[in-house]
C-alpha cells in the first residue's frame, strides 16, 4: 500500500532563493501519469547535475522533482500493458525535466514513457547502466547499423570514465572491437582496462589545441559524448569510410570542422538521441543491453551508491568532471 506521503529530493527556486533538498511530499505534488511506481533505485547523471543548480537551463518550472531514470515496481495502473506488481524502467522524455522525476519514493509516469524490465537484468543493474548506458548502446548499434566491425580496425572512445564513455568501452569490448579509450584522468588507465580498454591515451592525443581539415587516420570509428572542438579532431582522424556517434557536448556545442572528411573519405557523423528515441526501438536496445551488450561485473561501474537523504550534496559532483563510472541512488 501506498504512503500518503513520501520522500523526495526537491529543487526549488522561490523569490531566487535556490535549494536542493529532501522533503516530504504527497502524491498530488507528483506530475499526472497513469502509471503509479514505487522507485528503487534511479541514477546520477549530468543533467542531474545541470537540475541541481540555478542556472542550469534544465528544470522548466519550480518546485520540481529531478532524476531523468529511474527502476521500480508499479503500484497502480489506468492502463491494461501495465499492471500492480511489474517490474519496470522509466527514463527520458520529459522525466526530471518537465515532468517530475525519479528522485522520489514513488513517481507517476505516462504508460507511453514506460519499458518492461528486460529478463536478465535486475532493478539496481537497470539503474547502474541507467541513461548514460543506454545512449551508449544506442551508440554502439548505429555504429554496427553503419557496417562498423572489428575487422575495420579500432575504435575510439572519448570521456571514456563517464557514464557514456565506460559503458562505450565495455560493450564495443564485449563485441570484439580494439577500443581505445580516452580520458583526461591518467590514474584511471587500471580501471578502463579492467572494463575492456586494449589502450588508454590522453585527451591531448585526440585534440592538442589544432585542428586539420585532414589529418592522419587513426580510428575506424568513434563513440564520441564530449562534441566541440575534440569531435572535428577526432572528424580529421577516422579512416575512409568510418562512423562517429555523438551523443554529448560537454566539450562545447560549437563544431569547427570542414566538410572534407565526408566528402574526400566518406566520414559518417551519427546524431545519438536518448530522449525522444522511438519506443520500439528502446525496447530493443534495453533487450540488448541485458543480453550480449551486457558489461561484466556491472557492480564495477560503481562510483558511489547514495541515498535520497545523501543526494543533494552529491548532484554536483557529476559537473565537477572527477567521477570514474556512475553514481546510483538507493531510493529503498
Not at 22 to 28: A, D, G, I, M, N
Amino acid at each position: 500500500m501506498m504512503e500518503k506521503n513520501f520522500q523526495a529530493v526537491v529543487v526549488d527556486n522561490k523569490d531566487g532563493n535556490f535549494s536542493v533538498e529532501t522533503k516530504q511530499v504527497f502524491l498530488e505534488d507528483l506530475s499526472s501519469g497513469e502509471v503509479v511506481i514505487k522507485v528503487h533505485y534511479s541514477g546520477v547523471n549530468y543533467k542531474d547535475g545541470l537540475a541541481s543548480t540555478p542556472d542550469g537551463k534544465i528544470v522548466r518550472s519550480y518546485p520540481h522533482i529531478p532524476g531523468i531514470d529511474l527502476a521500480g515496481t508499479v503500484v497502480s495502473s489506468e492502463d491494461s500493458r501495465f499492471k500492480e506488481g511489474d517490474q519496470v524502467i522509466a527514463t527520458s522524455y520529459e522525466i526530471g525535466v518537465s515532468h517530475s522525476g525519479g528522485y522520489s519514493e514513488y513517481a507517476r509516469i505516462p504508460a507511453d514513457w514506460i519499458i518492461p524490465l528486460p529478463t536478465g537484468l535486475s532493478l539496481k543493474e537497470a539503474m547502474i547502466v541507467g541513461t548514460a548506458g543506454f545512449t551508449a548502446a544506442l551508440s554502439v548499434q548505429r555504429l554496427l547499423d553503419n557496417g562498423m566491425n572489428p575487422e575495420n580496425g579500432p575504435l575510439l572512445v572519448t570521456g571514456a570514465t563517464g557514464g557514456v564513455g565506460s559503458f562505450g568501452v565495455a560493450m564495443l569490448s564485449k563485441l570484439g572491437f580494439n577500443v581505445v579509450a580516452s580520458s583526461g584522468k591518467k590514474e584511471a588507465e587500471d580501471y578502463l582496462t579492467s572494463i575492456g580498454a586494449a589502450s588508454v591515451i590522453g585527451r591531448e592525443d585526440v585534440y592538442n589545441g589544432k585542428i586539420k581539415a585532414m589529418d592522419k587516420q587513426l580510428w575506424a570509428g568513434a563513440v564520441d559524448p564530449v562534441g566541440g572542438e575534440s569531435l572535428a579532431a577526432i572528424l580529421s582522424k577516422i579512416t575512409y569510410g568510418g562512423s562517429v556517434a555523438v551523443s554529448g557536448l560537454t566539450g562545447g556545442g560549437a563544431l569547427p570542422t570542414s566538410v572534407f572528411p565526408f566528402i574526400l573519405r566518406g566520414v559518417n557523423l551519427l546524431g545519438i538521441d536518448s530522449v525522444y528515441c522511438p519506443m520500439e526501438k528502446r525496447q530493443k536496445i534495453w533487450e540488448r543491453i541485458a543480453t550480449d551488450l551486457k558489461p561484466e561485473a556491472l557492480t564495477s561501474f560503481i562510483y558511489k551508491e547514495v541515498t535520497l537523504e545523501q543526494l543533494p550534496n552529491e548532484l554536483p559532483t557529476i559537473l565537477e568532471g572527477g567521477i570514474t563510472g556512475r553514481i546510483i541512488v538507493a531510493v529503498v
